[in-house]
Every structure is written in C-alpha cells, then in structure tokens.
C-alpha cells in the first residue's frame, strides 16, 4: 500500500515503476481513502502501541493505493524493496530512503507474512477486483 504521503508527493508512479521492475506482478491496484475506522481496522495489530493513534489519523489523512502482488518469495523480496520501517536506518536506494519522510510518512506499507498478504488483499479487494 502506498502512503499519503507518497501519493500527495506524486511519487505513485515512481514507486510502481521500482516495484514492476523488482519483478513484481501487480495483481490488483487502486485509489482508496480509509476512513479513521477502516484505518483502525487494518492497523488493529499495533492497537497497543503508543503509535497507534497517530498512524490511524495520518493513514487516514489522504489517498492510498493499496496493491496485490505476486512474486516468488514475494513478502521477503518487497520488504527489501521497500527498505526498514524507520527512513533514517532505509538501505539507500529502497523505496523509504528515496521518498519516505518520516516513520509514520514512511510511503509504503508491505505485508509481513503470506497469511497477513490474503488478509490484507482481501481488506481492500472483492474477487472481481482482480485477475
Ligand atoms: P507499516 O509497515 O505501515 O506498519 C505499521 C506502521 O506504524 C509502520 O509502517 C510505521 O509507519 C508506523 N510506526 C510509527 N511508529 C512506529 C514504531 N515506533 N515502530 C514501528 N512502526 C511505527
């Protein structure tokens, strides 16, 4: 999922073009706003955290463009592309070192694990959404 703040920058179409050449196949893809609500919802794992709150208000801020993906070893692979969660310790060249701004504003989400990849694809897409 790209972030607001990678969308509002006008980097959507920078950040798809490093992830289709990474070998990525992009299953799905659309623009979306979350709702504080929905927001909370897909974030519901960090609940607990003290970031919590500031995550669900900023991811609920602006446009996203949620994406499925395919790739043999896929979560692994994208997490690489995309580089560490906190842009200040990014590998240069990753995706958050190029356009992240902050640890919230971090421009891009990647799922952590195949299981939360279907629960997350399946968040945002119907199965006529994809193909
Ligand atoms: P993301 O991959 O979307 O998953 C959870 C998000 O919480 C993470 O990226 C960050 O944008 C945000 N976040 C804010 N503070 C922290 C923190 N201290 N540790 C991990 N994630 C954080």
């Known amino acids: 999922m ?4 990678a969308t509002s920058a006008g980097n959507t179409g920078a950040i798809t073009k490093m ?6 196949r992009i ?3 659309k623009k ?12 519901e ?7 919590y709150g500031e995550l669900v208000k900023y991811m609920s801020s602006g446009t996203i463009v949620p994406m499925i993906l395919e790739k043999d070893n896929a979560v692994e692979d994208f997490r690489k592309l995309i580089g ?17 701004k902050s640890i919230d504003a971090n421009a891009i989400h990647g799922s952590d694990s195949d299981e939360n990849a279907a629960i997350e694809g399946n968040f945002f897409f119907s199965q006529f959404e994809r193909f």
């Not at 794992?45 to 970031?51: A, L, N, S």
């Open 45 to 51: 794992i960090h609940k607990e955290r003290p970031f």
């Open 84 to 100: 560490a969660t906190d842009p200040k310790k990014a590998a240069p060249g990753t995706v958050r070192a190029l356009f992240a």
């Open 19 to 24: 992830i289709e050449e990474a070998g990525f």
């Open 2 to 5: 790209i972030k607001p703040d």
């Open 27 to 29: 299953v799905a893809m």
């Open 32 to 43: 979306a706003q979350l709702t504080p609500e929905l927001a909370g919802k897909f974030y």
